[in-house]
Each structure stands twice: as C-alpha cells, then as structure tokens.
C-alpha cells in the first residue's frame, strides 16, 4: 500500500470511499459551494432548469456581489438584483453585497472553509482556500448549479505536484514573488489538471495571509487546487481549534507525486510578470526601466492587510509620482477597517493614493480603474491578459505590493530595495 | 454519434476566457447577446463572419484563465459547433461539455489546418477530416460520461433526463 497525497485523502473522505487515486472519476459530496455577480445568475438558471427550487443545504452556500460592486451599468444593477432576492428567497445567511469584498477573502473571514474541506466557487480563483488545508476548485456555472442543487459534483481525482519552497524569503521578498517564480518555472499550462502541494520551511514560515497569494495563483499554471498542510497559525487564523476528531489532512510520506519541483528562494530577486500572460516572468532589474500610469493595489491574491502595510512601508511620509495614479482597493470590509484603524489608509492616501471601497475592482477590468489604449499598469492582482484591465491596447505588470508601491513612488517600474 | 462539419477559425496558444469574452460582458446573462461578443478579445471580424457550425481551432492550454461559462456559451451562441485544441484549459472544457459545445483535445491539429479549410469532425469515431487538404487526424474520443453529458445537451438535460446525479 502507498500512501496517498492531500487532494486524494480529501477527496475519498467525500466520496465515501477509503481511498482513492489519481485519474480515478468520483462523485463526491461538498462542503460548500460559492457564487458570485459575474458567475452567479448563470448559476441560479441552471439550478432552476434542473428543476429545483431549493438549494441543497442554504447554510453552505455564499452569494458575494464582488465583481462589479457597487454596479456601474444598468444591466450589472439586474444581475445584484437577482441575486439578492435569490438569497432572500433561499434563506441565505452568507449573502455578501456590496461593500463586503472580495469573495475569495470573505469566505475564509466567515469561516465557511476548514481544513480537510471540499469545496467549490464559481470562480477560478477559489483555489486560494488551499491554504487552510481545503481542497477549493474552481467550477463553472453549471457545475456551480449542480452543486447548489445536490450538494454534489463529480471529480478526476488529480496527479499531484509536490512544490518544494526551501531557503528564508530574503528581506522585501514575498510569497508574490515565489509565486510568479513558480508560475516561470511551470508555465501557464504547465500544471494542467494537476494539484499543486505546497511544502518547505518557506511554506511555514508564511502567514496565512501569504499562504493566499501562493494558493491563489495556482489556477494561473493550469492547476485545479493549491493546498499548504494546515497548521497552528491555520487554526489561528480561523479562530478554530483543533478537533481530536477531525485531525489536519497532511500528505503521507510515500504519497506518489507526479514528480517534485525544486524552487530555492534565499537569492529570490523581486519578480514582475510582463504583458501578455502569467508566465511571462522577469527579475526586476530587466524592467525597471518601465513607466507606469497607473498602479493597482488590491484583489483576491494581494489586498490583504499586510500588502497595504507593505506598500506603506515603502511609501510613508512620501509623495507617489506626480504623473501615476494608485488605487488601493482592501479585500473586504474587515481589513479596510483595520486598515483604518491603524492609519494604513491615511497614509497611503496622504502619499497620493486612491482607496475605493472593497471589491474586485481593476483586477476585473468590468468596472473601476480601467486602463487607455497605449497605457500600463502595474497590478497586484493575478492575471495580465490583453485588455484584462481595459483596452486591449494597454499592456498589465504583476507584481509584490513591495514592487507596486516602489514603482509608484517613482514612475517606473522599480526595484523596492532601492528606495 | 454526433458529426460537425464547417470551416477554421484558428487562433495560438493560450487563448484565454477574457480573449474569448471580455471581463465587461460577464453581466450578461442573455445567451445570444454572449455570443454578439465571441473572440473580441483578439478578433473583432470573428462574430462579423463565424457562420453556424465553423470550427474554433486553438493551440494549447485553450480558454485558460476564468471559470466564466460565458466563454463557451459566446462560442456557441456565435454558432460554433466545435472547438478543437491541442490542449485545453480545465474548467474551460469540463465548461464547455456542461452546456453542449463539444471541445476536443488534438495535439498536432494547429499544424494541420488553416484558416478557413473546410473540416469533417466524427466524435464517436474520433476522427478530425480536413476536406479542403485531404488529411485525417485521430483524437482520443471523449470518456463515455462526457459523450451522455454532450449527447444530451449539455448537464442540465443530462440530468434531468436521469433525475439522479
């Protein structure tokens, strides 16, 4: 018998069967199913063609307006129309509307994920919750309504990639950049119908928070979940403690890997993905030259309370460049008032920044901070596909918040150390 | 067992949901009004000229990025009948079997058709005809439970002519 890796062990547990391996198909129970405005009516019609008025279980269910929050067209205000009266009628209690934030930060906050979960968003980013042990996926809209409607999906159980992160994160390095890296090293498909297991003392020694940005990016190489083993500060950050019962789903030593990739990160450089996709992975000293227009701080992978205080770590007491904008976009309601409380936006809107009100924002393209044709942006966010953040003739950098702030700070693209 | 023919509409590698359909008309929620935006991402004549049944042919990691249903659905309504890739993005392809658009994975097809070639594509028998240059490729069929998923429609059908899961 050999033993068996995170996403197998979770989702046997769910199909009620003692194990299971990779390549297998399985009809498996979730835990939780998420929705949001841009997937969500599509979501709703397919329950309801299904013929089901109910929702499986409207506890487990979460309806977040997100995407385009508040609405900025007519036709975005009837989508948040629908869904809140479908949360109405549902009885929904984890309806999130406007002003709540980002779905991916709200649904660990609310703690409608644990350890050792299965569940599913209809939204690709929903992988972020691998890093409280769960295994999240990303599913569409009608995948999205047959979860709804049965609290059931079917699954390939996937191959495994094991990530070994070794070495300590050299100062104003961040798990960003281990994930562009890793991003470089795989390519955009590189991935593809596999999980990622995310290990190392690196791992470890992350806050959970960073632990996100890692997990979140795993769709950007194909993956269909990224999971770090849950830990202390897992449980910590969920305010939860741990079962007897239900004791942390870890891999077993002689799990079979589909193989194992190294990514050594003490001499990591700040890394920058250039236009037109993920992949496309640079160290910072071959595009400081780079002039920006606007800098966009926020999203599901870095708008959390510590990218904002690591953009005014950078920014304090200074003036961001007279010729670029900077819109700082907190992932949900809860850490833009801790952000205030501490005087974190204060102080990022004293160096020149924009705040706006907790939702996707740029990161979506579909409403606030849009970029013109012959424009660039730097972003925080996860994707910088052609025309991702506004016309398709404006060109998108991802990068740390450390490398955000620098860069606006002075224009150009910009090494953080420098400044 | 289903046949498509129709002519290329061939595209790279990579080509992602926000090409396919852009993040703006993810408020859309009206099928044909999708498919008025199909490819203008990166092609603006594609909805001008796509003609019912055309075949969309992509290089790897086809529709990558979002988990937008929105992007087959526009292909779709658009009139496409087939996508063929050499490889396709995960929750692009489980996507686009749930609502009835077959996609299919062929990993020499960029190399073997042009734009506008005029192809047969046979699912049960797993075959790719390029009547305009006179070749065949083989691709390997669908799993049986993807072919009931297409065969019938798309999930919802599937489903419901079950009525279990």
Redesign the interface.
């Known amino acids: 018998m050999t033993g068996h890796t995170i996403s197998e062990k979770i989702l046997a547990a769910h199909s009620g069967v003692d194990s299971v391996k990779a390549g297998e198909?399985v009809?498996a129970r979730v835990d939780a199913c998420m929705i949001n405005?841009?997937?969500g009516?599509?979501a709703v019609?397919?329950l309801k063609?299904?013929?089901k008025k109910q929702v499986w279980n409207s506890g487990r269910v979460i309806v977040v307006l997100d995407?385009?929050s508040p609405a900025c067209?007519i036709?975005?205000a009837?989508?948040h129309r629908?869904l809140r009266a479908f949360s109405r009628e549902q009885g929904i209690s984890h309806h999130f509307d406007v002003g709540e934030g980002v779905c991916h930060q709200l649904v660990p906050e609310y703690g409608m994920v644990k350890p050792g979960d299965l569940f599913v968003g209809?939204?690709?980013h929903?992988c972020t919750y691998g890093a409280f042990g769960a295994f999240a996926t990303?599913?569409?809209?009608?995948?999205a309504?047959?979860a709804l409607?049965?609290g059931?999906l079917?699954f390939k159980v996937p191959e495994t990639i094991r990530v070994d992160i070794t070495g300590t994160l050299p100062d104003f390095i961040t798990s960003k950049d281990v994930i562009l890296r890793v991003a470089k090293l795989l390519g955009?498909?590189g991935a593809?119908?596999a999980a990622l297991e995310f290990r190392g003392k690196a791992v470890t020694d992350m806050s959970v928070s960073s632990r996100m940005t890692l997990c979140n990016m795993a769709i950007e190489v194909?993956a269909?979940a990224g999971i770090c083993e849950p830990d202390e500060k897992t449980y910590e950050w969920l305010r939860e403690d741990t079962d007897e019962n239900t004791a942390p789903i870890t891999a077993d030593e002689d799990a079979i890997y589909k193989y194992t990739l190294d990514v050594p990160i003490s001499g990591l450089e700040p890394q920058v993905a250039c236009p037109h996709?993920v992949d496309n992975v640079k160290s910072i000293q071959e595009v400081e030259h780079i002039k920006v227009d606007q800098v966009f701080l926020g999203s599901c992978t870095n708008g959390r309370l510590e990218d904002l205080e690591m953009a005014l770590r950078i920014l304090k007491g200074r003036k961001i460049a007279p010729d670029v904008r900077m819109l700082v976009v907190p992932a949900s309601k809860q850490v833009y008032l801790e952000a205030e409380k501490r005087g974190v936006l204060r102080e990022l809107m004293e160096a020149g920044a924009v705040v706006s009100n907790p939702s996707c924002a740029a990161c979506?393209?579909?409403s606030i901070g849009l970029l013109a044709p012959g424009e660039v942006g730097l972003a925080t966010s996860n994707?910088n596909?052609?025309?991702?953040q506004g016309s398709?003739e404006s060109e998108v950098y991802l990068s740390s918040p450390f490398v955000a702030a620098a860069s606006a700070l002075t224009g150009h693209i910009t090494d953080p150390r420098k400044v | 067992m289903m046949k498509i023919s129709g002519r290329v509409w061939k595209y790279g590698d990579n080509v992602n949901t926000d090409y396919i359909i852009p993040g703006r008309y993810m408020e859309l929620t009206d099928h044909e009004e999708m498919g008025r935006h199909a490819m203008e991402g990166i092609d603006l004549a594609f909805v001008l000229n796509v003609k019912k049944g055309d075949v969309v042919v992509g290089g790897r990691n086809f529709g990558c990025g979002s988990s937008r249903e929105h992007a087959p659905l526009a292909l779709k309504y658009a009139g496409v009948g087939c996508v063929v890739a050499e490889s396709c993005a995960r929750i692009f392809y489980r996507n686009a079997v749930n609502i009835g658009l077959p996609a299919l994975e062929c990993p020499r097809i960029t190399k073997s058709v042009e734009l506008g070639d005029d192809l047969e594509l046979d699912l049960g028998a797993g075959t790719v005809t390029n009547m305009s240059k006179g070749t065949k490729l083989l691709f390997t069929p669908l799993p049986p439970f993807m072919m009931d998923v297409l065969e019938a429609g798309g999930l919802v059908p599937y489903l419901n002519k079950r009525n279990v899961w």
């Open positions: 198909v009809k405005d841009a997937t009516v599509l019609r397919a063609d299904m013929g995407h385009v067209t036709q975005s009837k989508v629908e209809a939204d690709s929903t990303g599913v569409g809209s009608t995948d309504g047959a409607a049965f059931k079917w955009v498909d593809t119908y194909g269909k996709n979506f393209g579909g994707r596909f052609k025309g991702r398709p």
